[in-house]
T-cell receptor
Framework: KAGVTQTPRYLIKTRGQQVTLSCSPI?????VSWYQQTPGQGLQFLFE???????NKGNFPGRFSGRQFSNSRSEMNVSTLELGDSALYLC???????????FGPGTRLTVT | GIQVEQSPPDLILQEGANSTLRCNFS?????LQWFHQNPWGQLINLFY???GTKQNGRLSATTVATERYSLLYISSSQTTDSGVYFC????????????FGTGTRLQVTL
């Protein structure tokens, strides 16, 4: 079975721009979660999607949003990028809510 | 929110040595996972262990849920074991929302 895939793997954007990251879960997995990893704050939960609905949200501003499609693929969007948004963004999928999570390779976003 | 503490923060071992990594958490959990993050940032699943003991080759883990801690044992360490080890927990209706510890950075030398 293929693992979790994320695109793009690397991205460079300018302050004020917006960005969309994509995540394809393991086949059959219905829950997708997103995390941000920075050297200062570590790994932090962004949000969880299940059945195309956001089920949990972390403590991030409204500039961070996401969605899930009927095939369980998910996207996250960050608008009006700030320098502090530079991070590794990780997507994880699980068979169902609360089950073991499997992570993708991440998207490394640099904001200049 | 739930607090997750990992110790030690850093560990340097010679190849062949054994080690124990600890994870303490502040509340009852429904979800506990151990991960190894490689130098490229990939989080690799080691164990899903909200309670009990599991073994996988040279690695084993034990979670004592009633005392709110989990241990990861690495035996006969190899240089490929180097990296950062994370413990992550989830609780109740938000078990999908993993809270990560700050990790243990392990370096295995020849």
């Amino acid at each position: 079975k293929a693992g979790v895939t994320q695109t793009p793997r690397y991205l460079i954007k300018t302050r004020g721009q917006q960005v969309t990251l994509s995540c394809s879960p393991i086949s059959g997995h219905r829950s997708v979660s997103w995390y941000q990893q920075t050297p200062g704050q570590g790994l932090q939960f962004l949000f969880e999607y299940f059945s195309e609905t956001q089920r949990n949200k972390g403590n991030f501003p409204g500039r961070f949003s996401g969605r899930q499609f009927s095939n369980s693929r998910s996207e996250m969007n960050v608008s009006t990028l700030e320098l502090g948004d530079s991070a590794l963004y990780l997507c994880a999928s699980s068979l169902n809510r609360g089950y073991e999570q499997y992570f993708g390779p991440g998207t490394r976003l640099t904001v200049t | 929110g739930i607090q997750v503490e990992q110790s030690p923060p850093d560990l340097i071992l010679q190849e062949g040595a054994n080690s124990t990594l600890r994870c303490n958490f502040s509340d009852s959990v429904n979800n506990l996972q151990w991960f190894h993050q490689n130098p490229w940032g990939q989080l690799i699943n080691l164990f899903y262990i909200p309670s009990g003991t599991k073994q996988n080759g040279r690695l084993s883990a034990t979670t004592v849920a009633t005392e709110r801690y989990s241990l990861l044992y690495i035996s006969s360490s190899q240089t490929t074991d180097s990296g950062v080890y994370f413990c992550a927990v989830g609780l109740g209706g938000t078990a999908s929302k993993l809270t990560f510890g700050t990790g243990t950075r392990l370096q295995v030398t020849l």
